[in-house]
């Protein structure tokens, strides 16, 4: 069975404090994984698409990169606007995509 | 533009009820999507539309009735809803169902069934 898994749930930064968020997964034939960022009570916002192990993409202070087996989000020195829902979505070709349960990202300033 | 629209933002019916939530898109995708999302969970996956045909069920309760009129257009028409179906309804669409294509979402329309 295809399978995302996020970590961590919860992230609590100061502001500047760069880290990573992790998204590992378990997809037969892997088409494109995707980034998507969602605050509360609102629709997810697309990041980032990746296709291939060692692509990477970056936004502003956010860069994701892809292995064969995980992804991760990396935030440069995050500001208060930062804090949202990270989702990372898998396309497997079974069905369009299976979701990570997500890591919720706090920037205190 | 990348813009999916969505109405109405906010939706509460009772158990009787008809009701239908709206979707558009005029990015020219020919995939378009219905999830429901519950609090603090990922999107889960409803319907699929495929160049206006419905290409997945996702073993969804009969109280929820989805349509695409035309390309641009998603409704999903909602009646005898349980309190427990309240929740976000997101709506998305890519250039295609399949080919990893990037799903863009609208909003949501979050609904109250009392």
């Known amino acids: 069975e295809d399978q995302v898994t996020q970590s961590p749930e919860a992230l609590r930064l100061q502001e500047g404090e760069s880290s990573s968020l992790n998204c590992s997964y378990t997809?037969?034939?892997?088409?494109?994984l995707f980034w998507y960022r969602q605050d509360p009570g609102k629709g997810p916002e697309f990041l980032f698409t990746l296709y291939s192990a060692g692509e990477e993409k970056e936004k502003e202070r956010l860069k994701a990169t892809l292995t064969k087996k995980e992804s991760f989000l990396h935030i440069t020195a995050p500001k208060p606007e930062d804090s949202a829902t990270y989702l990372c979505?898998?396309?497997?070709?079974?069905?369009?995509?299976?979701f990570g349960k997500g890591t919720r990202l706090s920037v205190i300033a | 533009d990348t813009e999916v629209t969505q109405t109405p933002k906010h939706l509460v019916m009772g158990m009787t009820n008809k009701k239908s939530l709206k979707c558009e898109q005029h990015m020219g995708h020919r995939a378009m999507y219905w999830y429901k999302q519950k609090a603090k969970k990922p999107p889960e996956l409803m319907f699929v539309y495929s160049y206006e045909k419905l290409s997945i069920n996702e073993s969804v309760p009969s109280r929820f009735s989805p349509e695409c009129p035309n390309s641009s257009l998603l409704n999903l028409h909602l009646h005898a809803l349980q309190p427990e179906d309240s929740a976000l309804y997101l709506c998305?669409?890519?250039?295609?169902?399949?080919?990893?294509?990037?799903?863009?979402f609208g909003p949501g329309t979050r609904l109250t069934v009392l």
């Open positions: 997809v037969s034939g892997l088409r494109g």
């Open positions: 979505a898998a396309d497997s070709g079974n069905t369009p995509l299976v």
């Open positions: 998305a669409s890519s250039q295609e169902a399949v080919g990893a294509d990037t799903q863009y």
